[in-house]
């Protein structure tokens, strides 16, 4: 629609047509001949019939996934004897306290209802309480449930909940109210696939070796229902957080596709071993899980959702406001920010991609996390909402926004005194 509008416009220079809108080349792209468009032509809201269908399936379908958490590698039975709710949040598990009856939240207030035991664990996720588990309790004539059937949804990853249910036997953040598309970086996806009886030592070992809010989604592709298809490399990135995308095309790490519906076909089928196809001919891919197809029908809806995702504003107090006037000013001067940070969504991701030796991940030895992709390049992150995710960078290196504005001090040579990178901290817990 876009590319229609701006061919009936009458053929001026770029600059009169930025002129009128009333925005700078500094604003809007990354070069001198490189404009953002979408800040002069915003884009499209998304449907919102979709979005409301698109929210069930980014938080509770599991596109057939059973076949591979339950049938390979046997988590359910894991889950139903082993995993008590303590457990489960020790290791970055989330529970959604809006799905909890009145009485199940008297219970563990009161301390009636056990954390210590496996069948309150099966209690929730009956509930769909556990964020991104679905699971298929049954209860037998004695009354014990048991775990039928496990698989995980898009919400395991990037949902987490607020700190508004906390008791003295639960830290604050494990239970609360759904926080849709934040990144859950207390994670421990490799904890916990490493549960399954069916993994080898070796590979048990490699997911271990990952740690919270860390995965490697090359390592293990799951084709035709089985693991261990991936590149063999283990260098887990950061789990992303999956706001603040409308108007970015390229929405990965590295940009591999131009939109949402190409990563979410990816995970779902070659990470979730969801029943679909996944080909890409860059890397020589060309997965098949299932004799059917339960992911293609729902990506458009799923993908709605996830624009209508917006960042989370900051806190209030949590940055110094003229100090953040000053950072501003160093964003779009002397700290350079703003060559690639560009436009409303500070990424110039729509124009161009990034050379591997534009990353600041401190782990820059072959093969790099961009050498693993479909592109061999970067797209620039957008920073709406920066505040949120700590760690960063892809490989998670800088646990702090300093440590961020320190590194790119050195390495880019910007002659930032400590006041001035103070100031452009402040500006990044703004936006």
Not at 297 to 322: I, M, N, R, T
Request: one cysteine or more; charged letters at 15%; hydrophobic letters at 40%.
């Amino acid at each position: 629609m876009h590319a229609r509008l701006i061919s009936r416009l009458p053929r001026v220079p770029l600059l009169a047509l930025v002129a009128v809108a009333g925005l700078s080349l500094a604003s809007c792209g990354g070069g001198d001949d490189e404009v953002d468009l979408s800040t002069v032509f915003p884009p499209t809201p998304p449907n919102p019939t979709l979005v409301g269908q698109g929210q069930p399936i980014f938080r509770f379908e599991t596109f057939g996934d059973e076949t591979f958490f339950t049938d390979v590698l046997q988590l359910n039975t894991v889950v139903e004897t082993a995993v008590t709710p303590t457990v489960a949040l020790g290791v970055g598990l989330k529970v959604d306290a809006e799905a909890l009856p009145p009485a199940v939240v008297q219970g563990v207030q009161n301390g009636s209802i056990s954390l210590t035991d496996p069948q309150t664990t099966l209690a929730l996720i009956e509930l769909d309480a556990v964020l991104g588990l679905k699971g298929q309790v049954t209860t037998d004539a004695n009354g014990v449930k048991h775990l039928a059937r496990l698989g995980v949804t898009c919400a395991i990853c990037h949902s987490t909940v607020d700190n508004s249910f906390s008791t003295p036997a639960i830290p604050a953040g494990n239970i609360g109210k759904r926080l849709d598309g934040w990144p859950n970086r207390d994670l421990n996806v490799g904890a916990i696939v490493a549960l399954s009886p069916a993994l080898p030592a070796a590979v048990k070992a490699v997911y271990n070796s990952w740690g919270p809010g860390l995965y490697d989604d090359r390592f293990n592709i799951v084709d035709g229902g089985t693991p261990f298809h991936g590149d063999g490399v283990n260098k887990p990135a950061v789990i992303p957080p999956a706001y603040g995308l409308l108007g970015v095309n390229k929405t990965t790490f590295t940009g591999d596709g131009n939109d949402i519906a190409y990563w979410n076909r990816y995970v779902a089928v070659t990470q979730f071993g969801g029943h679909g196809t996944f080909t890409e001919p860059r890397l020589n891919l060309n997965v098949k899980n299932g004799t059917d197809d339960l992911v293609s029908s729902k990506l458009p809806a799923l993908q709605a959702y996830q624009l209508s995702l917006e960042p989370p504003a900051p806190p209030a107090g949590s940055f110094d406001v003229a100090a953040a006037a000053r950072g501003q000013a160093l964003f779009n001067g002397k700290a350079q920010c703003s060559t690639c940070h560009s436009g409303p969504r500070f990424t110039d991701a729509n124009e161009r991609l990034h050379p591997q030796s534009d990353s600041m991940s401190l782990d820059t030895s072959t093969p790099t996390h961009a050498d693993r992709s479909a592109t061999k390049q970067y797209r620039t992150t957008p920073l709406r909402g920066i505040w949120q995710h700590p760690p960063y960078f892809h490989d998670g290196s800088a646990p702090t926004l300093d440590v961020v504005v320190a590194r790119y001090n050195d390495r880019r040579s910007l002659g930032l005194s400590a006041a001035e990178m103070a100031d452009l901290v402040n500006y990044l817990k703004s936006i």
